[in-house]
Every structure is written in structure tokens, then in C-alpha cells.
């Protein structure tokens, strides 16, 4: 009987709060892997669904699987002169 030992991977993921309610959440290191929730507990059940979906697709093809063990995210403020316009 052969014994797989499973490796834990590790995603940053980012939460964006959507003007009509609802959280947002990408995977940089997944493009494409997107998913939202109508509440922040939603969002993050849903997004570890749609990785573990992202990854099993990889693997199924063969192909590498990236995780962010070696990276982070990090806040940059910007300050100026003058006011900032945003999208």
C-alpha cells in the first residue's frame, strides 16, 4: 500500500470589500483563482474551496504548484502634495 504524505501550501489571499456588500478575494499567486462571499467567514470558505479546486486542476495536468512560502504582502503609503485621486 503506498503512502502519501500531503504537503501544506501556503496562499496569500486578498479581501476586498465590494461597495455593494460582500467580500472579493483573489490569489496573486493563482491568476484567475477569484471567488467572493456575501460575509468575511463566506469569502474564506469559498476562496479555500476554489484553491483547492485551482490545485487539483494543476495537478491533474501536470503541472507545477505554486504556493507563497517565500512571499509576503506589504502596505505602501503614498503621501503627497497633492490629493490623490482614486478609481
Excluded: W
Excluded at 21 to 48: D, H, Q
Excluded at 54 to 70: M, N
Amino acid at each position: 500500500m503506498k503512502v502519501t504524505k500531503k504537503r501544506e501550501v501556503q496562499y496569500n489571499v486578498i479581501f476586498r470589500l465590494e461597495p455593494e456588500g460582500g467580500f472579493t478575494v483573489l490569489v496573486p499567486a493563482l491568476p484567475g483563482c477569484v471567488s467572493y462571499g456575501r460575509t468575511l467567514k463566506e469569502a474564506r470558505r469559498m476562496i479555500a474551496d476554489a484553491i483547492e479546486g485551482y490545485v487539483a486542476s494543476l495537478q491533474k495536468h501536470g503541472e507545477l504548484i505554486p504556493s507563497d512560502e517565500e512571499t509576503f504582502i506589504s502596505l505602501i503609503r503614498l503621501q503627497g502634495e497633492k490629493p490623490l485621486s482614486y478609481a
